[in-house]
């Protein structure tokens, strides 16, 4: 079976374009990663999740990916929080560098090949401001050094915005001494070190980069200066991704990259998820109250570039959706075990799931029509495992483990469903049992006496035992291996 060409919106283009590898079968891919001065939201964790399904599917297509993701470990968010706390701001921003992977490991993030930071890639940063200045496009002054925009003509070719409209100093986030530029427009590079910060020696005196440089000065140290793919949540195209290829293109003459990807942001239902109104969820707050894999489902609900709404019934929506799909595979894994039911046919096309999975994930990364794939497959092991159109038993099995073999395949290439069903779902019952206050000991107890009921054929007993699970939102499910239950 050949798999489609895969297509995808690069933001240079506004427009769908193919995906042509620089090195046949082989693709560099950056994604800016966080900036380490706190815990991360689920706005970034959605983004992070939207790449980490892209690398996924682009290794599933047999692509050897190094997947570059950066850490932002010196910053002026990061001084200001050690200000704070009174830590040394490197050893604050590896202390959020540790949380950040526990938080995302959870999320199911593949770790990525390099995860460059900062402050370990400072003589980089500095031989490329170096041949900035040699080129002519930048300049210093009073210790700082400036990317002068005007000597670039490419500028703003990635966010189609003119220089005109641009506001004086508009989208700096950082903290410069604008009476040092020539042109309110020009971003810093380097900044001149001020006392109580990290700093490093340098032509122009101790100092630290500026933001932007940063991502410019990794990529070409992992990637090469032309690699494939950059990606990055949609608020980064301006400023950030227009100063790296400024600085990039401006030092090396070429494209920096031949497509960007860029994620949708992620809201509040009904409200903006702001930092400076203080209405952000944490990542791992969020996930108290919902399965990461749920989480992941619900991410992966909407296209990655299109703005997606986090709210509670849309997220008790994926958990359950994901409930329902691990109760399917525990049922199948069942049936399977221990089986062999010989080589022979099978019952209609299993792998054309994996097709139509394909035809999505090719389309510019349809992550909703890849779970809808799922949501045919899923709804055909049901099928086959509870009334199969079939009589033949062995062609049922046969069938069950095909397609059970396109649930793997299709697993790993989003991250969703790789853990053992029946510890899923325990998993799931658990917060559950809590969240409502339930005795699981008290319920296994009320499940034991219905059981004795029925053996002693006391039904009376046994349909009362049951109408008091009931009555605690438990619904028990009988099967040849016994009773199992769930919170209903
Ligand atoms: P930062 O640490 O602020 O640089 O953000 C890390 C990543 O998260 C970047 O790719 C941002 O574009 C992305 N991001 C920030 N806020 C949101 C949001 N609300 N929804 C989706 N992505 C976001
Ligand atoms: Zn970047």
New binding site residues.
Partial sequence: MSSPDIQLFNTMQQAKVPLQPIVPGKLGVYV????VYSYI?I??A???TSFDTIVRYLRYRGFDVKYVRNY?DVDDKIIKAAKETGEDPIALADRFVKEFEKDVAQLRLLPPDVTPKVSETIPEIIALIEKLIARGVAYERGGDVYFEVHKYDGYLKLSKRKLEDLQAGAGERELVNEALKRNPLDFALWKAAKPGEPSWPSPWGAGRPGWHIECSAMSAKYLGESFDLHG?????IFPHHENEIAQSEAASGKTLCNCWLH?????LEGAK?SKSLGNVVRLRDALEQVDAEGLRYFFLSTHYRQQLAFGEKSLHDAEARVEYFYETLRKVDERLAGKDFGAGPVHGEPARFLRQFDEAMSDDFNFPGALGALSGLFAELNLLADKPPVKDKALVGRTLLALRGVVTSISGALGLFESNPGEWLLGRRARQVKAKGLDAAHIEGLIEQRRAARAAKDFAESDRVRDALKALGVETMDSPSGTTWKVA
């Fill in positions: 800016c990663g966080p900036t939201h706005g970034n959605r983004t992070f932002t990055g949540g949609l608020d980064l994620g949708g942001f992620l809201d998820m």
